[in-house]
């Protein structure tokens, strides 16, 4: 089984440090569908591995995340495809928990849930701490230029050079090379 592990914000919706809020808020990256569209095509299960503090600071509740990713699965389905799994963290960066990355309990939901190893799965995302995450459950960390990813870049330079994370442009570039 082939699977992909997607970070959301910044990676296959517009980010913002104010934190995405709504429905009307959550903006895909273009090319982003089109690109899951490809995976899911290509019989790779996507799973998507999200830190959501906002429910935790009271910018917004589940059912409001709910709504986002409704969206974003009936922008899927208007593709002919599909995302396999969402996972969220609905804590803030002080509370303790094991499901906020760079923690690995989101991950480790995604291996119960397929029943196999990240080993040889690719992990795409725009923070270090995505990046972090996936080398500690054996992911092939994959660094994308949107979102915060040209931040990443500049502050975690030597980080990413020596692990040889590669970067690509958004997740579309990234799709596209994956499945030449």
């Known amino acids: 089984m ?15 440090d104010n934190f995405i809020k709504s429905i009307d808020e959550w903006i895909p990256i273009p090319g982003s569908i089109e690109a899951i569209a490809k995976l899911s095509k290509n019989n790779y ?59 690995t309990g989101m991950y480790q939901n995604v291996e119960k849930l397929f029943g ?26 994959v660094l994308v230029k949107t979102g915060k990813g040209e931040k990443t870049l500049i502050d975690k330079k030597e980080e990413i050079s020596a692990n040889q994370i590669p970067i690509y442009k958004n997740l579309a570039n990234f799709v596209d090379n994956l499945l030449k």
């Not at 082939?2 to 913002?16: A, E, F, P, T």
């Open 2 to 16: 082939k699977l992909i592990v997607l970070d959301r914000d910044g990676v296959i919706n517009i980010d913002s």
């Open 116 to 141: 196999l190893s990240l080993k040889d799965s690719y992990t795409v995302g725009d923070s270090y701490r995505d990046l972090e995450a996936a080398m500690a459950m054996s992911s092939k960390p």
């Open 45 to 103: 299960k996507i799973a998507v591995v999200t830190n959501q503090s906002g429910i935790a600071r009271k910018y917004y509740d589940k059912n409001v995340l709910n709504a986002m990713h409704n969206k974003f699965r009936r922008l899927l389905a208007d593709k002919g495809a599909k995302v396999d799994a969402i996972f969220y963290c609905p804590h803030g960066p002080k509370d303790t928990c094991t499901c906020r990355k760079p923690a």
